[in-house]
């Protein structure tokens, strides 16, 4: 009778650890199968993007890259101004924002009294949330405006005569156009800029920093001789981060740009990115090229900043390695 | 001038460039909220709230695309967060030095940067081609398609915070891994897990670009998930690119509201994650 008992207290208790082994199981796998999920994703992406570009890319082949035709009605497209419009826009909106984004990661890691870094470092990176159609309405509404008037006008006649500013520098002054589409880029990527080198400025061990001011140098020689060497790649990295959401951003460059297909050398000129056409034409888009034309150029941009954001990526990775 | 007073020159140029610097950061937040507080009040009435978006040229308000917004962004929370949850738990607890998590942790940094309209185009050739017309379930799942990669890499980062030896404890008691997870690692992690869910919450509310070919848009009121549906940021776009002037101005009123929302989730969010780390 006991015997019997102790066999069923030990059945019962393969049983709740069978139970409890399974659920440990499905957890796991459950977990597994998200992460795999995520990979699916990407390469849906990947394929959705050249399934829906096949019928351009029979059409135009390489042919696509390098032509400049924009034209609905004869079905002729090609993708170099939106492609030059997305790399002239980005590569401005960088010379401005590196400098500016460098300077205030500076300022809040060496300059700024102790109680005002966090508020002050908070503030910008609110910058980083306002939604990219707010920059895109405050932008048309009252950036491009104030451009218009103020600053367009200036730099014509102060470039006017110079020999190759001139062409760059030249139409007259829309607001809208590639200059004013950089500013708002640049303004949107700062706050990346920023809170990234401040974050790689502080995996900079401190005996270093207290090192170059027991020799006497300066806040700047400091940064300038120990900090951005010791950072250098994680420096880049962040700014090739920043890069990739410029090249991507659809909603602030699409208000200001104007919107014309068409490569032209002056920066005051209205020009498009691909994000910007995109979102311009894809619902107006009625055939099968048209259509194939615009997903080809979304396939193009999925290119660009994919390299762009796997280079970024693999440097912050290294300078995480070796922070660690 | 000798070199002591060059070199101290050149000091104060350059810490002087970098306060100009961050004035000028602090300066564009400041023109850009005030400018929306300044244009948006004027429009912030009663029947924004409570009447539909107007023909040109008629009083209406923005009632069906805050609808339409709070309804997609909490469907694709709802779809996305669980699936970042799992995936950063997989990544964080269970796939630790595996080539799978290297593989999905690289992936996942680059989806959280993509370009969001490439996502739109996605969702358009593997919903809206095959149904045939734009609807909100589609828009859904484009801001899911977001959700995932935000909550995944807080997820990660706060469940790999939580120290090893509270685990040790909980499987010396003899809790299975599964109960481990639930029980302590969750737990512990728990208001990084939140201000990640916040954030992605904030970063869906205010995105356009993959809503404007998914779920399109809607002059009227609609909470069919399987119809075209309006949206606070699309509304925006179609407003303030118009020609009229009270689509204008409620466009300025819909920005303020979106900025409103988004800064508050964000700040809450901060808040939440600053409580844990003190």
Redesign the interface.
Same mark, same amino acid.
């Given at each position: 009778m006991e015997a019997q008992a102790v066999r069923q207290t030990v059945k019962d208790r393969a049983r709740a650890l069978a139970g409890?082994?399974l659920?440990?199981r %499905?957890?796991?796998a459950?977990?597994?199968?998200?992460? !795999?999920?995520? /990979?699916v994703?990407?390469g849906?992406?990947i394929v959705?993007?050249v399934?829906?570009s096949l019928p351009a890319m029979r059409a135009f082949g390489f042919g696509f890259l390098t032509s400049q035709a924009w034209n609905p009605v004869t079905d002729n497209f090609g993708a170099l101004p939106a492609i030059y419009g997305t790399v002239v826009t980005s590569a401005i909106a960088m010379l401005i924002a590196v400098?500016?984004?460098?300077?205030?990661a500076?300022?809040?890691t060496?300059?700024?009294p102790h109680p005002l870094r966090r508020p002050?470092g908070?503030?910008?990176?609110? %910058?980083a949330?306002?939604?990219?159609?707010?920059?895109? !309405?405050?932008g /048309?509404?009252?950036f491009a405006p104030f451009v218009q008037t103020w600053v367009q006008p200036q730099l014509i006649s102060l470039f006017g005569d110079v020999p190759v500013l001139s062409s760059l520098f030249a139409g007259p002054p829309y607001g809208i156009g590639m200059l004013t589409a950089s500013f708002i880029l640049a303004?949107m990527v700062?706050?990346f800029i920023?809170s990234i080198s401040r974050d790689v400025f502080a995996t900079v061990p401190p005996v270093l920093k207290e090192a170059a001011t027991g020799i006497g140098c300066?806040?700047?020689?400091m940064?300038?001789y120990v900090v951005l060497p010791y950072t250098r790649v994680g420096v880049i990295g962040g700014v090739m /981060?920043a890069l990739?959401?410029a090249?991507?951003?659809?909603?602030a460059v699409?208000?200001v740009i104007g919107n014309a297909h068409k490569v032209s050398p002056s920066l005051l000129a209205p020009g498009t990115t691909i994000?910007a056409t995109?979102?311009n034409e894809?619902?107006e888009a009625v055939g099968d090229i048209y259509t194939s034309a615009?997903?080809e150029l979304?396939l193009i941009?999925?290119i660009i900043?994919?390299i762009v954001?796997?280079i970024a990526?693999y440097m912050l990775m290294r300078i995480e390695r070796n922070a660690a | 001038m000798s070199l002591y007073a060059t070199?101290?020159k050149?000091?104060a140029?350059?810490?002087g460039?970098?306060?100009?610097?961050?004035i000028?950061?602090?300066a564009?937040?400041f023109?850009?909220l005030g400018?929306?507080l300044f244009?948006g009040l004027r429009g912030l009435t009663p029947a924004v709230f409570t009447q539909m978006t107007p023909p040109p040229g008629s009083q209406g308000g923005l009632l069906n695309a805050i609808a339409g917004s709070v309804l997609m962004t909490g469907i694709g929370v709802a779809i996305g967060a669980p699936?970042?949850?799992?995936?950063g738990?997989?990544?964080a607890?269970?796939?630790r030095g595996t080539k799978?998590?290297t593989?999905?942790r690289?992936?996942?940094?680059?989806?959280l940067?993509?370009?969001?309209?490439?996502?739109g185009?996605?969702v358009?050739?593997?919903v809206v081609a095959p149904m045939g017309h734009f609807s909100g379930i589609s828009g859904a799942a484009a801001l899911s398609?977001l959700v995932?990669?935000v909550v995944?890499r807080t997820t990660e980062d706060m469940l790999l915070l939580v120290p090893g030896s509270m685990r040790e404890a909980a499987a010396a008691l003899g809790a299975?891994?599964?109960v481990i997870?639930?029980r302590v690692a969750y737990r512990a992690a728990k208001a990084g897990i939140v201000t990640g869910v916040l954030l992605a919450v904030?970063r869906v509310?205010?995105?356009?670009?993959p809503l404007?070919?998914t779920a399109?848009n809607n002059q009227f009121w609609s909470t069919d998930l399987n119809a075209p549906m309006a949206s606070l940021?699309v509304v925006?776009?179609q407003f303030?690119?118009s020609p009229y002037k009270d689509w204008?101005q409620l466009?300025?009123t819909g920005?303020l509201l979106?900025?409103v929302a988004?800064?508050t989730l964000?700040?809450v969010a901060?808040a939440l994650s600053a409580g844990r780390r003190n």
């Open positions: 409890i082994a659920a440990d %499905l957890f796991h459950t977990t597994r199968a998200a992460a !795999v999920i995520v /990979l994703i990407l849906g992406v959705s993007l399934h829906g400098p500016v984004g460098l300077g205030i500076t300022f809040l060496e300059l700024c002050i908070v503030a910008i990176e609110l %910058l949330g306002i939604p990219s159609i707010i920059y895109g !309405v405050w /048309l509404f009252v303004i700062l706050p920023a300066t806040t700047w020689e940064m300038r /981060l990739g959401r090249l991507g951003e659809t909603m699409t208000f994000s995109i979102a894809f619902t615009l997903i979304g941009l999925f900043t994919f954001l796997a990526r | 070199r101290r050149n000091n140029v350059a810490t460039l970098a306060w100009g610097a961050a000028f950061g602090l564009w937040l023109l850009i400018s929306l244009q699936l970042g949850l799992l995936a738990t997989y990544l607890e269970y796939g799978l998590a593989v999905v690289f992936v996942n940094d680059i989806l940067s993509a370009p969001s309209i490439v996502i185009l996605f358009y050739t593997i398609l995932v990669p995944l299975p891994r599964a997870i639930g904030a509310s205010g995105e356009t670009a404007l070919f399109l940021p925006i776009f303030a690119l204008q466009a300025w920005a979106i900025t988004v800064l964000s700040i901060r």
